[in-house]
């Protein structure tokens, strides 16, 4: 090789280790330069909405309360308070204003099984004034269906959005049965009457599934007093504080729409 070509040689290698010491330190600092990569955003799931109508059906036990009074001798007679099955259906409509707080409007409506009927023999301690052929007597008693139209308030919230924590309240209405029979000549008068009253009510529902609620509830209604004429020469009744306390299970379809309010985000 001639020493002009030795030379060149001996240039290009002494230049290619000075471009390589130039480029290392140098590339260093252009990695520090470059952006670093954000993590990837949590997932987390929308929270359940309970906003829509619902539609469903319950069944539980209670007992209806009274004591039916002789309306001329002012005698307690009877009273109805022995428990008894429950069974019927719910219709109502929830909207969920905040991811905190649910309200809504139910109708309710139960029909009570016969079961819950008292009856009982008595003799008035004085005589009435209008005619009264015996003087013993059979008295019954019994509620037979009842209904509410109440409002409700729930909570729930991001951490528990498929559970509500409701109470209610409203309006009730509740009819009463009553037949009083003369021993002696065997008449006989019955009569069904219904009375108004408030309703009282607390809760918990669970959504199982995008469109189905279980709950378990309980009610108690308290009434006005009920005055009934049988005829038939049988003494008039009344019914004094007749209520009923109910405790029920559950199940509801619902029927979701819009979306569920936005969910509270913590800032940092």
């Not at 428990?83 to 109502?92: C, H, Y």
Request: net charge neutral.
């Amino acid at each position: 090789m001639s020493k002009l070509a030795e030379g060149i040689m001996k240039r290009l290698l002494l230049a290619s280790v000075a471009a390589v010491g130039l480029v290392i330190p140098g590339a260093g600092l252009l990695a520090a330069d470059l952006p670093v990569k954000a993590p990837p955003v949590p997932y987390i799931p929308p929270q359940y909405n309970w906003t829509g109508f619902y539609i469903g059906a319950n069944v539980g036990g209670g007992a209806p309360s009274a004591t039916i009074f002789d309306a001329i001798t002012d005698v307690a007679v009877t009273s109805v308070g022995k428990g008894a099955f429950f069974g019927g259906g719910q219709v109502g409509y929830n909207y969920q204003f905040s991811p905190y707080a649910v309200v809504g409007l139910e109708w309710f409506f139960d029909g009570i099984a016969s079961s819950n009927s008292n009856s009982t023999f008595f003799v008035p301690t004085t005589i009435p004034v209008t005619p009264r052929i015996g003087t013993f007597f059979s008295a019954s008693g019994q509620a037979d269906w009842v209904t509410t139209i109440t409002a409700r308030l729930g909570v729930t919230g991001p951490q528990m959005d498929h559970v509500l924590i409701y109470t209610k309240g409203g309006g009730g209405w509740a009819q009463w049965s009553a037949t009083l029979t003369d021993l002696a000549n065997l008449a006989s008068g019955s009569v069904s009457k219904t009375t108004s009253g408030w309703v009282w009510g607390a809760g918990i529902e669970w959504a199982f599934a995008q469109n189905w609620t279980a709950k378990f509830e309980y009610q108690y209604l308290g009434l006005s007093n009920i005055s009934f004429n049988p005829g038939f020469f049988v003494t008039p009744l009344n019914t004094r504080n007749p209520n009923v306390q109910m405790a029920t299970v559950g199940i509801n379809y619902l029927f979701n729409y819009g979306p569920a309010p936005a969910p509270v985000v913590s800032r940092y």
